[in-house]
């Protein structure tokens, strides 16, 4: 899957779990400390991005991926061409 899809559905699912406007996301936006993504936030975030690619993920190693940039590239690397 090419990076500019993975990262509009990355932005979208990221949205829509922290209420907020794809707009106010940029690759270089922290889940955390720029978009108030608590533990269980951060959970349900891997969760949901584990539905929208249909993917069975390592959460340990998922929630290790602290920007929205890094989750882009996270999935660019698992999901194929």
């Given at each position: 899957?090419?990076?500019?899809?993975?990262?509009?559905?990355?932005?979208?699912?990221?949205?829509?779990?922290?209420?907020?406007?794809?707009?106010?996301?940029?690759?270089?936006?922290?889940?955390?400390?720029?978009?108030?993504?608590?533990?269980?936030k951060s959970i349900e975030l891997v969760a949901?991005?584990?539905?929208?690619?249909?993917?069975?993920l390592d959460e340990e190693?998922?929630?290790?991926?602290?920007?929205?940039?890094?989750?882009?590239?996270?999935?660019?690397?698992?999901?194929?061409?």
């Open positions: 899957m090419e990076r500019e899809k993975i990262a509009q559905s990355v932005i979208a699912v990221t949205a829509r779990e922290l209420n907020k406007n794809t707009d106010q996301i940029k690759e270089e936006h922290h889940f955390a400390y720029d978009l108030g993504a608590d533990s269980l949901a991005f584990e539905e929208e690619f249909d993917l069975d190693q998922a929630l290790k991926v602290q920007t929205v940039g890094g989750a882009i590239d996270f999935f660019s690397k698992l999901l194929p061409d």
